[in-house]
């Protein structure tokens, strides 16, 4: 099995608002060359997943629940192909939430994951740090030459290089004919 690994905001969505952040679910569209750049990567064999930071949590930008929203939205009306997310909810990386699609009844599911369910040697989940990239990996059994991470951020790049795997620019690979 082989394991693609996305960042959501900057890489996958925009904000529609044209805000800075996205400020509802339905606040956000698909990036120019999203979908075809998922049409390769699903005809290539991977297995797609969301890592991001959503630090707005913590911050008092939007809620949990408004998070988990915006996941669901995003899996469900924009990228179906994308069966599971992961995101960090606060700033100190010591949560992260789980979201994923039933294959039985096709309905989201989330759950809150803690730091100390990581193993020892893992940092957290928030993003230079690897941790959502272990979760979404331990669950499949990937290694790590069969996976790889796709960003626009440093801290997406620092995540990948963590976890050594192989890491793409969101433009590049977005742009790639």
């Known amino acids: 099995m082989k394991l693609a690994i996305l960042d959501k905001d900057g890489t996958l969505v925009k904000p529609i608002s044209g805000h800075t952040f996205v400020q509802s679910p339905t606040d956000q569209q698909l990036l120019p060359g999203v979908e075809k750049a998922i049409a390769r990567l699903v005809s290539d064999g991977y297995t797609l997943a969301i890592a991001s930071n959503q630090g707005g949590v913590q911050s008092w930008h939007k809620s949990l629940e408004d998070a988990i929203a915006e996941m669901n939205y995003c ?8 069966k599971e997310a992961y995101f960090c909810p606060d700033l ?86």
């Open 92 to 177: 100190q990386g010591d949560k992260c939430v789980k979201v994923w699609r039933s294959n039985l009844d096709k309905n989201l599911y989330f759950r809150i994951i803690g730091r100390t369910d990581l193993p020892i040697n893992y940092a957290g989940f928030r993003k230079p740090d690897d941790g959502m990239i272990w979760l979404a990996r331990y669950g499949k059994r990937v290694f790590s030459r069969d996976c790889l991470m796709i960003g626009d951020q440093e801290c997406d790049y620092l995540a990948a290089t963590t976890a050594k795997i192989k890491f793409i620019w969101a433009d590049d690979w977005r742009n790639q004919p």
């Open 75 to 82: 899996m469900n009306n924009l990228l179906p192909k994308i």
